[in-house]
């Protein structure tokens, strides 16, 4: 628990929310303010900031909350597909720093685009530096 993080304050009760599902260790509700009807954020129950901050245990509970809801909430707004994914980090745009995956659904002709949208410039690298990254991955391993 963080004292003055909105999400913890769902957690405990202190700031009202749409619960769509919860556990002990994962909380799902409705984003208060949607990108579409139905969009849904899951949370860890515990305060963690980032992706990196979830330990394997929390990471799979979270994952999988995700995972059964997608199609849930696809149903329940009849949409036509999600968009699933995680701002992690401030350059990525997070705004409250507790984990949350955002479950957006999607429908034909509504305007948005693919993820590949969120990015800035793409850059151009050729293959050997591809090849770098891929191995300085690895190495991070
Ligand atoms: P992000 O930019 O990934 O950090 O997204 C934060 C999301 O939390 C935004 O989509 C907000 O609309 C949503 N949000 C902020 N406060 C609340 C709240 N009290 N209840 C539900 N959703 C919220
Ligand atoms: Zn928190």
């Known amino acids: 628990m963080s004292a003055d993080c909105i999400f913890c304050g769902i957690v405990d009760g202190e700031i009202p929310s749409r619960t769509v599902y919860e556990d002990d260790t994962v909380l799902a ?24 901050d979830l330990d394997d245990d929390l990471a799979a509970d979270v994952f999988d909350v995700l995972h059964g809801l997608v199609g849930t909430v696809e149903a329940a707004v009849d949409a036509d597909a999600t968009t699933v994914g995680f701002n992690n980090g401030d350059a990525a ?10 479950i957006i659904p999607r429908f034909e002709g509504d305007g948005g685009g693919p993820i590949h949208g969120v990015a800035g410039r793409r850059p151009t690298l050729s293959d050997e530096e591809l090849d770098d990254v891929a191995a300085d991955i690895r190495a991070e391993r």
């Open 29 to 52: 509700f409705l984003d208060a303010n949607p990108l579409a009807p139905g969009h849904t954020l899951v949370i860890p129950t515990d305060h963690r900031e980032t992706f990196q």
């Open 93 to 102: 745009g997070q705004e409250v720093p507790h984990v949350h995956g955002h």
